[in-house]
């Protein structure tokens, strides 16, 4: 009896542990984010940039948009938007660390969008990347370039 209870036990914890394993594999995200590693400028593969001011401000140039955003009928179909806002280090529930973005957008969008980031990455905190946009458009590095 007592061998077959930990037999029992011994085949929940791996099962557990397997779980746990398969739900975070892929998954980089960095817990001790502070506020200044967001501030600067972040590009990603298309031309889109993210700026993140010291003061609060936020600047974005041909970003891909949360089709919620915009009145595209579409909704995988993510168009580009630009324009300014506010921007907070926030995690999004269960995401991690990141910023949170309010976006008054410049095109035919709903006038402001709500964005969400996390950092990701293999190199601690060196690419962000946008929470309904899961492919290349959507992954932001930190470049070196100077803001305008």
Not at 32 to 38: L, M, P
Not at 53 to 61: K, L, S, V, Y
Request: glycine residues 10%.
């Amino acid at each position: 009896m007592v061998s077959r209870l930990r037999s029992l036990l011994w085949t929940k914890a791996v099962l557990i542990s397997s779980l746990v394993a398969l739900l975070t594999s892929g998954c980089v995200t960095h817990p001790h984010a502070k506020r200044s590693d967001s501030i600067g400028l972040w590009e990603n593969s298309v031309g889109g940039r993210m700026e993140f001011r010291d003061d609060g401000r936020f600047i974005a140039t041909s970003i891909p948009l949360d089709p919620r955003c915009t009145e595209e009928d579409d909704p995988l179909q993510h168009k580009q938007g630009s324009g300014a806002g506010t921007w907070k280090l926030e995690g999004f529930p269960d995401e991690g660390p990141g910023a949170h973005i309010i976006l008054d957008v410049k095109n035919d969008s709903a006038g402001y969008c709500d964005i969400w980031t996390v950092f990701t990455g293999a190199k601690p905190l060196s690419e962000m990347q946008l929470l309904y946009q899961h492919d290349d458009p959507g992954r932001f590095r930190r470049s070196t370039a100077t803001s305008r």
